[in-house]
């Protein structure tokens, strides 16, 4: 305890303690406003799933178009068999409904990041003070910190432990959450894979001669679905589609075997991100509680230490 630097700072103390009270109240609206932005921003994640599934859906109708125009065997048996006609206006059609979806994709994209602008324009206002309330309460608790050093109050040490408490829980939501990120870029990585294994195989027309039961699975979806599960391994396991549909999609296309395989496995996909998507809301709720009740118990542990300051060791 040091009553010297104790008199030295007193009335910064008094300063820091009052700019605090100023803008305390930033605190809450702010941490509220910065979840709902993050729950945004989830929600838009879907929205911009479908957008890569639009353009690849037109990147393949576009891709069978140039195919049925280029000069080849295939395309001269089309026009010996009187069918190049019809494959002509199926890619017609299916370029114009993945283009629609394209479109239609593309203005919920928009909506959403409007949504979000909306928020995060009077949002980024209140984190000019919210920023300088941190400041402030930081460069409060270190000159507290140091007239302290090595002292021995109840109240404070009691108020201290608090504080040391909550400090704790918000790190450890802090750690799962970073986790969870980190599988959630693992499994869009996969998932990006697996649309661009999906274009290439349709575009090809590649077999890879497997025999039967096996399956193509692309390398990086393979890897970074195996770094996913070793980093969280609490994430629920990928059930293996079992079932072959003929069906065409939604703009007509109809798909092998092995890309209707990888598919499906993109929809399982879809399952695990809203699987850590749910565990991140829940968390989100759970941590802004323990950083506004952290704030607050911070300044009652400060203003706890400026009343032993003034009345005991300034008066001894």
Not at 236 to 248: D, V
Not at 275 to 287: H, Q, T
């Amino acid at each position: 305890m040091s009553r010297s630097l104790a008199e030295e700072s007193i009335s910064f103390i008094d300063d820091l303690s009052h700019a605090i009270a100023g803008v305390a109240h930033v605190e809450k609206p702010f941490e509220e406003g910065r979840v709902t932005i993050r729950k945004l921003k989830i929600l838009r994640q879907p929205i911009e799933k479908e957008v890569k599934e639009a353009d690849a859906k037109l990147e393949m109708w576009q891709n069978d178009q140039k195919s049925l125009e280029s000069w080849s065997l295939q395309w001269f048996m089309h026009w010996l068999t009187c069918e190049v006609a019809a494959e002509r206006q199926r890619c017609i059609e299916g370029i114009k409904k993945s283009t629609a979806l394209v479109e239609n994709s593309g203005k919920k994209l928009a909506e959403a990041n409007e949504r979000i602008r909306e928020i995060e324009e009077p949002h980024e206002k209140i984190s000019v003070d919210n920023r300088s309330l941190q400041n402030y309460r930081e460069e409060l608790t270190e000159l507290l910190d140091s007239i302290f050093k090595e002292s021995d109050f109840p109240t404070e040490k009691e108020l201290r432990e608090q504080v040391n408490t909550n400090k704790a829980v918000i790190q450890k939501i802090t750690e799962a959450d970073e986790k969870l990120e980190q599988v959630i870029e693992l499994i869009k990585t996969a998932d990006m894979s697996l649309l661009e294994s999906i274009v290439d195989l349709r575009q090809s027309n590649d077999s890879k001669t497997l025999t039967e039961g096996q399956v193509f699975f692309p390398q990086p979806a393979f890897d970074a679905l195996k770094s996913a599960r070793e980093l969280y391994p609490e994430l629920p396991g990928i059930p293996a589609p079992i079932e072959y549909k003929k069906e065409a999609d939604d703009t007509g296309v109809f798909y092998s075997p092995m890309q209707r395989y990888l598919w499906d496995v993109r929809q399982s996909l879809t399952d695990l991100l809203k699987w850590c998507d749910a565990r991140l809301l829940e968390n989100m709720d759970i941590k802004t509680e323990a950083i506004i009740q952290y704030g607050s118990k911070v300044d009652e542990w400060n203003l706890e230490r400026r009343r032993l300051v003034r009345e005991v060791i300034l008066s001894t």
